[in-house]
C-alpha cells in the first residue's frame, strides 16, 4: 500500500498542531505502508514565505517532497476577505478569493497530487481549510482521507467545504465534538472515525530531575503551549492571580512554551520558555496538574499527553472539545467562572483526594484510546473499509453565475446557529 | 455546606462539577451568574472610576475647536470715497470734471446703495458675534447638563449596587439567622437542663463537631465562663451566648465581612472546616 500524507508544512522543528500530527501519523504509518509526504517549502504559516528547497528530502526516514507556494500570505488582503466572508453576505467566488489569499497557495503541489493520483491508494490530507486541502481532495477525491482538524471557528462556516467535507472518502476527526459539528454543518454521512493521535511519552519521566533543574520546591500546576491571547492565557493569568491571593499556600504556575503576550510578574507564576522534550515530559510529571485555558481546541495533544502520565487535567469548559474530554474520561475538570477554578484546582492538589483518581482514569483513557497500537489500527482499518467500498461521486462546483451571485450568508453566523456542547459518550 | 465526596473507585467527574457548583452557590449567598458578576465589575471600572467618562473638559474642548471667527471684510463708502486719491494733481481733476461726469452717470445713487451695503455688512458681522456668544453659552449649558446628568446617573448606579448588596445581605442575615435559631433550639436545654450531656459533639452549620462540647473538660470550662460573666455588672446570658458563638471560627469570618460572598468568607471557610484545611496550610 502506497499513502501520501499531504499538509502544509513539514519538518521535526515544526511544532503546529496539526503539523506535528501529521509528521506522527506519516511516521506511524510508515511501518505499514509507504508514505510519502507532500507539502510545501514553507515554515511560516503567517507568511507561508518559501524557506526550505523545493524537491525531495528525509525526515526521520520519511520520505518528503516540497513544493513552493506561489505567493506568500498578504496580511490586509486576507483581513478584507475574511472580513467579507465570515461577517457579510457574500459568494462562491468571494470565498475562493478568500481560500486563494489564505494559502498556502501551491498550484504546483495539487498539480503533483493530481498527476501522481494513479502511483498512490491514498492521499490523506490534513487541516481542511489550507489551499492544498481543499484543491487536492477535489482532485483526487476517490481517494481522498481528509483529517479537518476543525475547531468551532467562522472558517468551518464557508460554504466551499461542504462538498469537500462530503466528497472525502473518510474523515478522520480529532472529537465527538468535531465530528457532530461537521455533520451538522455540512450533512456527511459518508465513512468517518474519532481516531485522534497519539504521542511520544517517555517510559520514565523524572520529576526530580526537573525539579532540581528549575529549583520547583513548591508544588505547581503547569501550562504547556503558546502563551498567547488566542490560547486563553489572559484569563488564565486573571484567574491564577486572584487565586494565588486567596490561597497563599495553593498551587504555583509554571508556564511552558514561548510567549507571544506579556506575562504578569508575580511570585507565584514562572516561565520556563521553550523546552525540550525530555524536560517537557519531566515538567509534567512533577506537576500536580496541567492547565488548558483555551477556548479553541480540535484536540489537545498536551492533555492526552498529561493523562497518558497520570495527570489530572483543569480545562476551560467553553470548549466543547475539552469539556468533552473530561467527562469522557473522567480525569479532569473545568471551569467557566474564577469561582469553578479556584475550587476545581484547589481539589485537584495532589494532596487532596480527586487528583489521584483521575490521574488513573486519565491514563487508562489514554492507553485505550491513544495509544498508537489503537490509532494506526483505525487508520489501517479505513484503509481497508474503503478499499472494499464503491467511490461516491464528486459534486460539480456552481455554474458562471451562481458562483457569483451574493446569496451566501456569513459564515460566522452559520456556525453560530449549530449547535453546541460536549458529547458525553 | 455540601463537601466534595469521592470514593477512590468510582470518580464521576459531571457529579464533582455538580458539586462544586453547588457549594459555590451555596457560598455566594445571592446567586449571581458570572455574566451578571462581568456587567457589576464593567459598571465599576468604566463609570464609576474612569474619569474620561465624565468630559470635564467639554467646555475647553468646544473652545478649541470653535474659535472667534475672523471679522469679514468691509469698507467704508461716504460720497466722496470714489473721487478719493493720494495723488493732489489727480484729486483736483477730478473735482473739476465732477460735474461732467455727473451729467452722464448718477454716481449718487451709487453711492448710496455702497454705503448701505456697508452698514449692512457691519450689522451683520455684529449679529454673527452675537451668535457665536449665544452658542458658547449653550455649550457651556449642554456641559453643566451633561456633567449633572452623568452624576445622575453613576448615583443611579450606585444605589442600586446598594439596593442589590443590601438585599443580598438580608438573604444572607436570614440564612444565617435560621441557622443560628436551630443552633439555640438546640442548645438551650442542653446549657440549662443536663450540663453533664453537653460534653457529646454537637453538629454545626458545616457538619463538624462544635470544639465547645467535643470535650467534657472544656465544656465545663466554658461553662464556668458563662457563669463568671453572667455574675459580672453588665454581662447578660444573652452576652454570654453570643461570646460562645462568636468563637466558633466560621461565624467570626462570616460576622466580619459585610460583602456576603467576598473573599474574606470563602477563605474563612475554606482554611478552617470545608477545603482540606490541612492541605492548604
Not at chain 1, 472580513?83 to 498539480?111: I, K, N
Request: aromatic share 8%.
Amino acid at each position: 500500500m502506497k499513502i501520501a500524507i499531504v499538509v502544509q508544512r513539514y519538518g521535526v522543528d515544526i511544532n503546529g498542531g496539526a503539523e506535528l500530527h501529521a509528521r506522527y501519523i506519516a511516521e506511524r504509518l510508515a511501518k505499514h505502508a509507504t508514505v510519502e509526504v507532500l507539502t510545501t517549502c514553507a515554515r511560516d504559516y503567517v507568511t507561508w514565505r518559501n524557506e526550505l528547497p523545493p524537491g525531495e528530502d528525509t525526515v526521520n526516514s520519511v520520505r518528503v517532497r516540497r513544493f513552493p507556494v506561489a505567493h506568500p500570505r498578504s496580511p490586509d488582503a486576507f483581513g478584507r476577505l475574511s472580513h467579507l466572508v465570515f461577517d457579510t453576505r457574500h459568494s462562491v467566488a468571494d470565498e475562493l478569493r478568500w481560500l486563494d489569499s489564505e494559502g498556502p497557495t501551491s498550484p504546483d503541489l495539487v498539480r503533483y497530487v493530481r498527476a501522481q493520483a494513479g502511483a498512490f491508494d491514498f492521499f490523506v490530507f490534513f487541516s481542511y481549510r489550507y489551499y492544498h486541502a481543499w484543491h487536492g481532495c477535489r482532485a483526487v477525491a476517490d481517494k481522498a482521507i481528509l483529517v479537518p482538524t476543525a475547531e468551532r471557528d467562522a472558517a468551518l462556516g464557508v460554504s466551499i467545504f461542504g462538498p469537500v467535507f462530503r466528497m472525502a472518502r473518510a474523515l478522520m476527526y480529532n472529537s465527538p465534538e468535531e465530528r457532530a459539528l461537521i455533520e451538522h454543518l455540512s450533512g456527511r454521512t459518508g465513512p468517518g472515525v474519532v481516531v485522534g493521535v497519539g504521542s511520544a511519552i517517555p517510559d520514565h519521566p523524572q520529576p526530580s530531575r526537573f525539579r532540581r533543574k528549575f529549583q520547583a520546591r513548591r508544588p505547581f500546576a503547569i501550562y504547556i503551549g503558546r502563551i498567547d491571547e488566542n490560547k486563553g492565557c489572559p484569563e488564565l493569568f486573571t484567574y491564577f492571580t486572584r487565586y494565588a491571593a486567596k490561597r497563599p499556600h495553593g498551587l504555583d504556575l509554571l508556564l511552558v512554551g514561548s510567549n507571544v503576550i506579556e506575562i504578569p510578574a508575580h511570585p507565584r507564576i514562572r516561565h520556563l520558555g521553550f523546552l525540550s522534550d525530555e524536560d517537557k515530559f519531566d515538567a509534567l510529571a512533577a506537576a500536580d496538574v496541567l492547565i488548558m485555558p483555551s477556548q479553541y481546541e480540535s484536540l489537545s495533544m498536551v492533555a492526552l499527553e498529561a493523562w497518558a502520565l497520570g495527570k489530572p487535567v483543569l480545562a476551560n469548559g467553553r470548549c466543547d472539545v475539552l469539556k468533552g474530554q473530561c467527562l469522557r474520561s473522567n480525569a479532569g475538570l473545568f471551569y467557566e467562572s474564577f469561582d469553578e477554578f479556584d475550587q476545581a484546582l484547589f481539589h485537584l492538589e495532589a494532596s487532596g483526594p480527586i487528583g489521584a483518581p483521575l490521574g488513573r482514569n486519565g491514563r487508562e483513557f489514554f492507553r485505550k484510546h491513544y495509544s498508537w497500537p489503537v490509532i494506526e489500527q483505525k487508520y489501517l482499518d479505513m484503509f481497508r473499509r474503503l478499499a472494499r467500498e464503491p467511490v461516491p461521486a464528486v459534486e460539480p462546483m456552481p455554474g458562471f453565475f451562481a458562483r457569483r451571485a451574493r446569496t451566501l450568508p456569513p459564515a460566522a453566523d452559520v456556525v453560530a446557529a449549530a449547535p453546541a456542547g460536549a458529547v458525553r459518550s | 455546606m455540601s463537601d466534595i465526596n469521592v470514593r477512590a473507585e468510582s470518580v464521576d467527574v459531571d457529579q464533582i462539577m455538580r458539586q462544586i457548583r453547588a457549594r459555590i452557590r451555596e457560598k455566594r449567598g445571592a446567586d449571581y451568574t458570572e455574566a451578571e458578576l462581568q456587567q457589576l465589575a464593567t459598571v465599576k471600572l468604566e463609570q464609576f472610576l474612569d474619569p474620561k467618562g465624565l468630559r470635564s473638559d467639554l467646555v475647553q474642548h468646544f473652545r478649541r475647536k470653535v474659535e472667534e471667527s475672523p471679522a469679514p471684510p468691509n469698507y467704508e463708502f461716504e460720497a466722496d470715497t470714489v473721487f478719493e486719491t493720494h495723488r493732489g494733481p489727480l484729486r483736483t481733476i477730478r473735482n473739476l470734471f465732477r460735474p461732467l461726469l455727473k451729467l452722464f452717470v448718477n454716481i449718487d445713487r451709487i453711492t448710496t446703495a455702497l454705503h448701505l451695503q456697508s452698514r449692512i455688512n457691519s450689522q451683520a458681522e455684529h449679529r454673527l458675534r452675537q451668535v457665536e456668544q449665544r452658542e458658547m453659552l449653550a455649550y457651556e449649558l449642554l456641559h453643566n447638563m451633561t456633567l449633572e446628568v452623568t452624576r445622575l446617573g453613576i448615583e443611579v448606579h450606585n444605589l442600586r449596587m446598594r439596593v442589590e448588596s443590601l438585599s443580598s445581605r438580608v438573604d444572607f442575615d436570614e440564612r444565617r439567622a435560621k441557622a443560628l435559631e436551630g443552633v439555640v433550639q438546640y442548645r438551650t436545654p442542653v446549657v440549662r437542663q443536663a450540663p453533664a450531656a453537653a460534653g457529646a459533639g454537637q453538629p454545626t452549620l458545616d457538619g463538624t463537631a462544635s470544639g465547645e462540647g467535643a470535650d467534657g473538660d472544656a465544656g465545663t470550662g466554658a461553662r464556668r465562663r458563662r457563669r463568671r460573666r453572667r455574675r459580672r455588672p453588665g454581662g447578660t446570658a444573652a452576652d454570654a451566648q453570643g461570646q460562645t458563638w462568636a468563637e466558633r471560627p466560621g461565624d467570626s469570618d462570616e460576622g466580619g465581612s459585610d460583602d456576603g460572598e467576598a473573599g474574606g468568607d470563602e477563605r474563612g471557610a475554606d482554611d478552617t472546616t470545608d477545603d482540606r484545611g490541612p492541605a492548604d496550610q
